[in-house]
Nanobody, 125 residues
């Protein structure tokens, strides 16, 4: 049971990146899927999450209006479209799954049981 995140890279400030995370099987569509990020020397931070149905997205305050989370349950994927990136968005981004929830989103890392390996996003100023 694992998640694979991809799509990170180096981008100039103001640019865009799209992260993808492929999931773990038949329970994917019933899990809350989240994205977190961790910058050097900082705690892991909630970025966005999608309920199992994908109808309701949740965002951290620092990315609201710039990032969009989406999921395709038929393909077991969850994506994070990141626009208007700035230097403060530089971090390792992780996707995670809360398999105990379908429609309730927790923003704490401890609520998520399954984690991907992380993908680096670097925004140059």
């Amino acid at each position: 049971v694992q998640l694979q995140a991809s799509g990170g890279g180096l981008v100039q400030a103001g640019g865009s990146l799209r992260l993808s995370c492929s999931g773990f099987g038949r329970t994917f569509s019933s899990a809350v899927m989240g994205w977190f990020r961790q910058a050097p020397g900082k705690e892991r931070e909630f970025v966005a999450a999608s309920t199992g149905s994908g109808r309701i997205p949740y965002y951290g305050d620092s990315v609201k209006g710039r990032f969009t989370i989406s999921r395709d349950n038929a393909k077991n994927t969850v994506n994070l479209q990141m626009n208007r990136l700035n230097f403060e968005d530089t971090a390792v981004y992780y996707c995670a799954a809360d398999v105990t929830q379908h429609d309730y989103v927790f923003r704490q890392t401890g609520a998520y049981e399954i984690w991907g390996q992380g993908t680096q996003v670097t925004v140059s100023s």
